[in-house]
């Protein structure tokens, strides 16, 4: 009999962002696997089996879902907020194709990432072309970064950082936020949105000659403006940011 693996995304933290296609794949799992910390997020039942695992064994877990399921088990595996958006999704199907196929059943659901969740909470960021990039060189060589980075801003789409920053990548975003500053005006609106949709979250907006890489961590998604973006008073106070659906006309 062979079994399935369901790779769920749970959103960026408020469970009212997890879907109910998401909460009905962590229910009918007997296995859930994943980082420990995004587990923690899931009420595992009594008779559900929870595999925790550690940040960088990425490929590991996937290859221990895909194990499960040759077995004739029912897996979630599990990522933060949507599962194919820098998440174990492709690393799922990689592992497949390492393994040259398998017989399993596999589904990837759909989840909020943290880009949507982000651009909600300011208003509508993302309302025109847009682009959203790792930071992390973890996976790619710093230059590709930096090329795809030129590139995004030199074609003027909003764009969306995830990884800007962690302990062991302290200085990325800075050299980042510097060949922004080379080709952005300075007045262009940047959104450092920290831990979204969670008790501890925090929205802050700058322009980009102000913008420094301490205003971010790994909980962070930066969203830089394009040429077009915009940004408006609140009532009550603070700012909106949008960026409007009509494209700017080159200068
Ligand atoms: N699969 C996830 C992204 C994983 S990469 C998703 O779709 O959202 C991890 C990065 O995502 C973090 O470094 C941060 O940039 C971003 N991120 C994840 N959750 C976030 C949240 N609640 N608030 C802000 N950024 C978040």
Redesign the pocket.
């Known amino acids: 009999m062979s079994g399935r693996v369901c790779v769920v995304?749970l959103g960026?933290?408020d469970a009212r962002h997890l879907t109910p296609a998401a909460a009905d794949a962590l229910g009918e799992a007997r296995h859930l696997v994943g980082y420990g910390p995004y587990l923690a997020r899931v009420a595992a039942r009594k008779d559900q089996v929870v595999h925790p695992s550690d940040n960088r064994e990425e490929l590991h877990r996937a290859r221990h879902a895909l194990a499960l399921a040759a077995q004739g088990e029912t897996v979630a595996l599990v990522?933060?907020?949507?599962?194919g958006?820098?998440?174990m999704a492709a690393t799922l199907f990689e592992a497949l194709e390492d393994a040259g196929g398998a017989d399993v059943e596999i589904e990837v659901i759909p989840?909020v990432?943290?880009m949507t969740?982000?651009a909600a909470r300011i208003g509508a960021p993302l309302g025109h072309d847009f682009c959203a990039l790792?930071l992390s060189d973890n996976l790619k060589p710093w230059e590709t970064v930096l090329a795809r980075l030129r590139a995004a801003a030199e074609a003027d789409f909003v764009i969306a950082l995830?990884?800007?920053a962690s302990r062991a990548r302290p200085w990325q975003l800075g050299e980042a936020l510097e060949l922004l500053r080379g080709v952005r005006a300075g007045d262009t609106p940047v959104v450092f949105?920290?831990?979204?949709?969670?008790p501890e979250e925090e929205i802050v907006v700058v322009k980009l000659a102000e913008a420094r890489a301490e205003m971010a961590d790994?909980?962070?998604?930066v969203i830089v403006g394009s040429s077009a973006t915009r940004s408006l008073p609140r009532a009550g106070g603070g700012a909106w940011v949008y960026t409007p659906r009509k494209a700017a006309v080159p200068a």
């Open positions: 995304g960026p933290g990522s933060s907020g949507d599962a958006v820098f998440a989840g990432t943290a969740a982000a790792s995830y990884n800007p949105a920290t831990a979204v949709s969670r790994m909980r962070t998604l």
